[in-house]
């Protein structure tokens, strides 16, 4: 009788029914990419997916800031005049930003006519279309209409997935499928998350009259989001992208594309398990955020559960690409085992960093998580650098993930330091992951090879 009880109370609780529609949705998204990304890599090529990574590399340094972060900040909103004035905001500023892309994309093409690639004159519709459904997902993260951003979810990965195969079938020689795909998935899961209530608010937005003086009010209020939460994002893209950049400017779109690729391979489930348990562990840590006991038992709970098994799995799932991959892809696509294969190693303590994150905004530390963030750019770009100088292709990535690896231990011991647990056990297991990391590298290359 008690657990019925219980489970009526939870079943009926909108906390829990979009916690379930977000992590199911994110669930199959995700699923969908695993199974299809193969089958897309082996029709495209490593070239042409490497000149796909530099397009959304491109692009992802412009999108962060095409609506000025603001869509981040609807769901402070204190009245109705505040948040329509913050989604006009938004509007324009994606119409400026798009439109100096414009300009930008057409003036380099005249300078640089022939390096070129026709493709690249979609940036300013992929910064359009994807500032645009960041302004549609804050809105409708600000109505909690979830069940329909699950379902749009889904619907748009499925038609952009086609369009990018059944494109690429009849057009295989070209990036231009694969932004198309992208470019269908965010105008799909825009188109579904308008719900009738945003097409109620649209109506009165538009109609809704607004002077001066409250747009400067919601602009000084809300100056931490085109400023602070603007340029953190640009910083996390830069930080995500900057593989991208050094190895397309000094090694060929296949070298690219295979980082690409075994990349976006691995993300897959990191992701899927990180942002699984992050759902799950936000509102639990969240409700005994002030007591320090029953909180650090549930941080170590958590990174205890998370380490060593994590490392296993990653180990294992190593031997799974080396040996799969292959057959699975195309010799064209050979050389994405070996480098997937000990790449996803180094994903340890990505997968722990990435639910314990949550912390740093709860206990307002996302300073210095910046800070770290900011300081990772320079220190990546200095082992990306001396691995172009030993001009080795594997050595460079090896030496960026290693980095990565250790920015994500630095995050979790800094974390562990003001939760003021022992940090004894993170420096042990970072130990740990640099051995077994520096041993898969080793197996990969000078014992199979």
Do not use: H
């Not at 199974?35 to 992802?60: M, N, R």
């Not at 600000?142 to 195969?165: M, V």
């Amino acid at each position: 009788m008690i657990f019925r009880e219980k489970y009526a109370r939870y079943s009926s609780s909108s906390f829990i029914k979009n916690l379930l529609y977000s992590v199911s949705g994110n669930s199959l998204v995700l699923g969908i990419g695993f199974i299809i990304t193969p089958i897309v890599a082996k029709i495209y090529g490593p070239s042409v997916y490497g000149d796909f990574a530099l397009f959304t590399a491109i692009c992802g340094f412009i999108i962060p800031y095409s609506a000025l972060q603001l869509p981040a900040g609807y769901v402070a909103a204190k009245n109705r005049a505040e948040f329509f004035v913050l989604i006009r905001i938004s509007f324009y500023s994606l119409f400026l930003i798009t439109t100096i892309t414009f300009i930008v994309v057409i003036i380099y093409q005249f300078i640089f006519a022939t390096d070129v690639k026709y493709y690249f004159f979609m940036i300013p519709a992929y910064v359009f279309l994807g500032g645009m459904f960041g302004i549609f997902r804050g809105w409708n993260i600000k109505i909690q209409e979830f069940k329909s951003s699950a379902k749009a979810k889904i619907y748009a990965t499925a038609f952009g997935k086609s369009t990018t195969l059944f494109y690429g079938i009849a057009y295989p020689f070209s990036a231009t499928g694969l932004v198309l795909g992208s470019l269908v998935t965010f105008l799909i899961e825009s188109a579904g998350i308008i719900t009738k209530r945003v097409i109620i608010e649209g109506k009165l937005l538009i109609r809704n009259k607004y002077g001066k003086t409250i747009y400067l009010e919601v602009l000084k209020k809300y100056k931490q989001y085109p400023t602070f939460v603007a340029f953190s994002s640009i910083v996390n893209a830069v930080s995500t992208q900057l593989p991208i950049y050094f190895l397309a400017a000094y090694y060929s779109s296949d070298k690219v594309g295979l980082f690409s690729l075994s990349l976006s391979l691995i993300q897959i489930p990191i992701n899927l398990i990180g942002t699984s348990i992050a759902s799950v562990f936000l509102p639990k840590i969240a409700g005994v955020l002030r007591q320090k006991e029953e909180r650090n038992r549930i941080v170590k709970s958590l990174y205890n559960k998370l380490f060593y098994p994590s490392m296993a799995g990653l180990v294992l799932l190593a031997a799974v690409f080396y040996l799969l991959l292959t057959p699975l892809l195309g010799i064209e696509w050979e050389s994405a085992s070996t480098l997937s294969s000990f790449m996803v190693v180094s994903f340890a303590f990505g997968i722990v960093s990435l639910p314990l994150s949550v912390i740093f905004r709860l206990i307002d530390f996302e300073k210095a998580n910046f800070q770290i963030s900011l300081v990772g750019i320079f220190v990546k770009t200095g082992g990306l650098i001396v691995g172009i100088l030993l001009v080795n292709f594997q050595f460079t990535v090896f030496l960026y993930l290693l980095i990565v690896m250790l920015e994500n231990a630095f995050k979790v011991l800094v974390l562990f330091r003001e939760l003021q647990l022992s940090n004894l056990t993170v420096i042990r297991d970072t130990v740990i992951a640099i051995i077994v990391y520096f041993t898969s590298y080793y197996v990969v290359f000078f014992v199979i090879k």
